[in-house]
């Protein structure tokens, strides 16, 4: 008899590093193990305003924040297009170039939605607030499982709701088995709450 794959939900924002990372060893987990991930966005600039709702922010700081909600503005608004199934293949082009290739000049987001085939219109949506309620509602769901002490990535599994894991490069094969193993194994233990070091080294995107 064939398992039933084990649902996963992850949610993330295009911008992060680590999650990209953490996004890649899933998908590794899914060659090992018997997953099925749905993937979902989130935005790093909408949860650090939440958390500091009473700071002045400085104007370059804003700036930063804005045009971190390009992406995932583009992202919301092709979901909105043609479904959630286009938000993998979608982050994986747009993630492709933001951190394996480091590149992050005009035109890399086009060439990611062409990649896809989806169209340059979309391109707008990066500039509009237009779908923004969705990415908020989106991002909630998950946030409202795991508390806003944390960042992105947020996954979701067996009722289980956790920031992480925080890991370069990503593990491959079977090591991302063991690795996805482990997680569980701790996360479905009754208050358990953190593992942390502090971080060594950048991230690497091998």
């Not at 909408?46 to 804003?62: A, G, M, R």
């Not at 043609?82 to 747009?94: H, R």
């Not at 593990?171 to 088995?177: I, L, M, Q, V, W």
Request: aromatic residues 10%; negative net charge; charged residues 25%.
């Amino acid at each position: 008899m064939t398992e039933s794959p084990q649902h996963v939900d992850f949610w993330f924002d295009p911008v992060c590093p680590w999650a990209w990372i953490t996004s890649r060893w899933v998908l590794e987990v899914e060659k090992v193990r018997p997953v099925q991930t749905s993937w979902h966005v989130m935005s790093l600039a909408y949860l650090n305003l939440q958390q500091h709702e009473d700071k002045d922010f400085s104007d370059e700081y804003l700036e930063t924040m804005e045009q971190a909600w390009g992406p995932v503005r583009i992202c919301a608004a092709a979901e909105a297009e043609k479904g959630e199934d286009v938000l993998l293949p979608l982050y994986t082009a747009i993630g492709t170039r933001f951190h394996d290739q480091n590149r992050k000049e005009p035109g890399v987001l086009g060439e990611a939605l062409a990649e896809v085939g989806l169209p340059d219109s979309l391109l707008e949506a990066a500039r509009t607030t237009g779908y923004d309620d969705a990415i908020k509602k989106s991002h909630n769901l998950g946030m409202e499982q795991v508390g806003l002490d944390v960042g992105t990535p947020v996954i979701s599994v067996d009722g289980h709701t956790f920031f992480g894991p925080v890991v370069t490069p990503a593990p491959r094969g079977e090591t991302a088995g063991r690795l996805w193993d482990g997680v569980l194994l701790v996360v479905g233990t009754d208050g358990f709450f953190e593992l942390k070091r502090t971080r060594d080294r950048r991230p690497s995107f091998e």
